[in-house]
């Protein structure tokens, strides 16, 4: 078991190493979206810029126009910088803030002085206005971005929402890559310890018929042949880790409560088991090997959650639509915001575990057996409920 242990460290490292890299390269992308973004707001700054330059241009046109002094003022060029502004939102008011004139508002505001007034008023909140003066007082011109500036304010925000969307896809290929490989590297780390544990069990399945032809203690001989018959029945569990299980017709009920005996018999008197059930018979698709893993494994779990001392729970509900088996302790509970942590691969509390029995359990329920697992509830002190559930068969 080192051996596999050392193996299990070793490919999880090429599986990390791989994972940087992949990481570097989001990175570097985000990098070059951020730079994009940042061009683009620069851009967008000249093209104000741009815009403040024309509406100087406007004001000295309208200067010169208003210039009524000047009889002999050459006002051609400035009159047709004044008809050919179509897109500069523009108000002009006087030193006692009364509308003098606009233009280029749109027409359901250029209709109604209340929204004119209102326009103003935001006006007033997007540029410093231009200031002209004027023989009968000083007027201020008041203007907005055209259309054009318009559209292109929301465009650095079209590019946030492209960089946010970029990231949660790229976040979504690798979190779906990295389960991937770590559910191969599962895969065949399970089959790999099948396959070890095959050799030393042949040898021990041929010790067993010597024993019998030697006429040793009938009793010493059936004990050891359950022994060997757990053994195969772990490694025929490893061995269906990767490939598509068969699946048979079985009690559900009657499946849960053998695991449920079994672990009962071989453990400590200090526990108190107890099994409840408001139904005898409800029929699922299953596989008993991997079933029997599931349930062994939630009770294990209990068990190091109360180490040795406690209660442990097993409760099947059956439901219109579902079958739900609920394993719960009085053991030291589980933090809140650990309940999806706990079924990652490598996760563990203990010093010594693999962090593979809640991973592996949450595999055979969710993608063999298509039901769901989670921590239903759990109070530090006070102990956890963990939540099989199953779609019963229409």
């Known amino acids: 078991m080192r051996i596999l242990f050392h193996q299990f460290k070793f490919f999880m490292s090429i599986v990390k190493r791989s994972l940087y890299t992949r990481w570097f390269i989001l990175l570097f992308s985000l990098g070059i979206l951020i730079l994009i973004l940042w061009n683009t707001y620069l851009l967008f700054q000249t093209f104000k810029h741009e815009e403040r330059m024309k509406m100087e241009i406007w004001a000295e046109a309208n200067q010169k126009i208003s210039d009524v002094s000047d009889l002999d003022a050459d006002i051609e060029l400035p009159s047709n910088i004044l008809i050919k502004n179509t897109t500069i939102p523009v108000i002009l008011i006087t030193n006692t803030d009364s509308i003098r004139g606009f233009s280029n508002l749109p027409k359901e505001v250029a209709e109604d002085t209340v929204l004119v007034r209102k326009m103003l008023f935001d006006l007033k909140k997007q540029n410093t206005p231009i200031e002209i003066k004027h023989p009968d007082g000083n007027q201020y011109v008041y203007y907005g971005n055209s259309s054009l500036i318009t559209k292109l304010k929301y465009y650095p925000l079209a590019l946030v929402a492209i960089l946010a969307l970029f990231g949660l896809l790229v976040y979504s290929y690798f979190r779906a890559s990295r389960m991937s490989s770590e559910n191969k590297l599962w895969a065949g780390m399970a089959k790999e310890t099948a396959h070890q544990i095959g050799t030393p069990l042949s040898s021990l399945l041929g010790w067993i018929e010597i024993m019998k032809l030697d006429d040793m203690d009938e009793t010493i001989v059936t004990e050891i042949q359950k022994d060997v018959d757990r053994l195969q029945t772990i490694a025929d569990r490893f061995s269906k880790i990767g490939s598509a299980p068969d699946l048979e017709i079985l009690n559900v009920v009657e499946e849960t409560k053998k695991?449920?005996?079994?672990?009962?018999?071989?453990?400590?008197?200090?526990?108190?088991?107890?099994?409840?059930?408001?139904?005898?018979?409800?029929?699922?698709?299953?596989?008993?090997?991997?079933?029997?893993?599931?349930?062994?494994?939630?009770?294990?779990?209990?068990?190091?959650?109360?180490?040795?001392?406690?209660?442990?729970?097993?409760?099947?509900?059956?439901?219109?639509?579902?079958?739900?088996?609920?394993?719960?302790?009085?053991?030291?509970?589980?933090?809140?915001?650990?309940?999806?942590?706990?079924?990652?691969?490598?996760?563990?509390?203990?010093?010594?575990?693999?962090?593979?029995?809640?991973?592996?359990?949450?595999?055979?329920?969710?993608?063999?057996?298509?039901?769901?697992?989670?921590?239903?509830?759990?109070?530090?002190?006070?102990?956890?409920?963990?939540?099989?559930?199953?779609?019963?068969?229409?």
């Open 259 to 394: 695991s449920f005996d079994y672990l009962q018999s071989r453990s400590s008197k200090l526990i108190d088991f107890e099994f409840e059930s408001n139904t005898d018979i409800v029929n699922l698709l299953l596989n008993p090997t991997l079933h029997s893993w599931t349930i062994e494994n939630l009770i294990k779990n209990a068990i190091d959650a109360i180490k040795g001392k406690g209660r442990i729970k097993v409760t099947i509900k059956n439901t219109d639509k579902h079958l739900q088996i609920l394993v719960s302790d009085t053991g030291k509970g589980v933090p809140k915001n650990q309940f999806r942590k706990i079924f990652e691969p490598g996760y563990s509390t203990k010093k010594r575990g693999w962090g593979l029995g809640l991973s592996l359990t949450q595999r055979i329920v969710e993608k063999y057996h298509k039901g769901s697992i989670k921590v239903l509830k759990s109070e530090i002190g006070k102990g956890t409920v963990f939540s099989v559930q199953y779609r019963k068969m229409d």
